[in-house]
């Protein structure tokens, strides 16, 4: 199996419990809340840094923000004509930076989450059910 195929399978079978307790067996250096909390911080920034490093330096996207239109007659309505601001997209380049960002953002949340014991899968089912339920009226 080679590498590729081998990353697939992970991706396949990787289930955030698994994900949430190898973050547990890992953690050592940064096991205190403080260092957990500001490495969420720190790595929210590297995120934000990254997408504003892909327009400015690498130019594969461009961000042209305006002000978004919610004088429409309805949710759906709006929904549809609600902009992200951003032209292009990311190379692979730049794509392969922002996941790494986002890979050790949540590595951290786990490690968060496992300071409290709290569920990550539990969590995400929770947000999952209440977007669910609300649709369009979790106003988001
Ligand atoms: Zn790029």
Known sequence: MNLKE???NIKNELSMNE??????DVLIRHKSILDII????????????????SATSCGCIKITAK???YNLDSLEEIKNNLESHVEGELCPGC???LE????AYLFY?????NTFDVDISDAILKEYNNIKTLGIFSLK
């Open 6 to 8: 081998n990353m697939i």
């Open 38 to 53: 500001t490495k969420l911080e720190e790595y929210t920034a590297r995120i934000n840094r990254a997408v504003i490093k």
């Open 19 to 24: 994900f949430q307790n190898q973050v547990e």
């Open 100 to 103: 790494e960002e986002i890979g």
């Open 95 to 97: 794509k392969e930076i």
């Open 109 to 113: 949340l786990a490690a968060l989450c």
């Open 67 to 69: 002000k978004q239109n």
